[in-house]
């Protein structure tokens, strides 16, 4: 089942249920899905790949704005937030914790045969590959910097 078809069951749920947070976070995910199938070049439709980054893209952009309320003390604001947070993580692949990272950067950085911090770009392309989805590149970046200045 597409992405799509999938947000569009859960939106009829949440409306049945009247859960306006729920509603909120399917349909900024709805949103992005028409904005990313009517850009150039997408043929109308956004492949699985395409369909994960776009998740990313909002929890990321979610996220920062959880940050910027925390910070003003806006608790209304950063309530709603992180209920969309909650709503759009559903949808993604389960995330690594901060030990999976390390074991699975570990492995990469073997595999590429990288010894000091001049190597970071190297691990780097393979880990945001091979990662993609599991966790945001911040995460990643951090564990390689930190593995290879060991």
């Given at each position: 089942?597409?992405?799509e078809?999938?947000?569009?069951?859960?939106?009829k749920?949440a409306?049945?249920?009247?859960d306006?947070?729920?509603?909120?976070?399917?349909?900024?995910?709805?949103?992005?899905?028409?904005?990313a199938?009517?850009?150039?070049?997408?043929?109308?439709?956004?492949t699985?790949?395409?369909?994960?980054?776009l998740?990313?893209?909002?929890?990321?952009?979610?996220k920062?704005s959880?940050?910027?309320?925390?910070?003003?003390?806006?608790a209304d604001?950063?309530?709603?937030?992180?209920?969309e947070?909650?709503?759009?993580e559903?949808?993604?692949p389960?995330q690594?914790?901060?030990?999976?990272?390390?074991?699975?950067?570990?492995?990469?950085?073997?595999?590429?045969?990288?010894?000091?911090?001049a190597?970071?770009?190297?691990v780097?392309?393979v880990?945001t590959?091979?990662?993609?989805g599991?966790?945001d590149?911040?995460?990643?970046?951090?564990?390689?910097?930190?593995l290879?200045?060991?």
């Open positions: 089942m597409s992405l078809t999938q947000i569009m069951n859960e939106m749920e409306m049945k249920a009247k306006e947070a729920t509603l909120r976070g399917l349909r900024a995910i709805k949103a992005e899905i028409i904005k199938k009517t850009e150039p070049g997408a043929g109308g439709a956004v699985e790949d395409g369909e994960l980054k998740l990313q893209k909002l929890v990321k952009q979610r920062d959880l940050e910027i309320f925390t910070q003003q003390n806006r604001l950063a309530q709603k937030e992180s209920e947070i909650a709503v759009i559903k949808f993604l389960k690594f914790t901060p030990e999976e990272l390390k074991e699975a950067v570990s492995k990469i950085i073997a595999e590429v045969g990288a010894t000091s911090p190597d970071m770009g190297k780097m392309g880990a590959k091979q990662l993609a599991k966790t590149g911040k995460a990643i970046s951090a564990a390689v910097k930190e290879l200045s060991k």
